[in-house]
């Protein structure tokens, strides 16, 4: 079994994130597990990718 099939997507206030990583939804849209990173967007229009450890990494 991968870690990512481990990990269950959240949503309140229509955030999104995917426990345990995140206690608390906080994007605004997050797409699924691809490779160990996840595509998400953060409600200021922020872009970034998440790995399965929780890390962020933000666009330039």
Avoid: C, H, S, V
Avoid at 41 to 58: A, V
């Amino acid at each position: 079994m991968e870690n990512n099939e481990m990990l269950f997507k959240i949503k309140k206030n229509n955030l999104f994130g995917y426990f345990p990583l995140n206690k608390e939804p906080k994007y605004k849209t997050l797409e699924k597990f691809q490779d160990n990173f996840a595509r998400f967007q953060l409600p200021n229009g922020q872009k970034g990718w998440i790995d399965l450890t929780g890390r962020e990494y933000l666009d330039n």
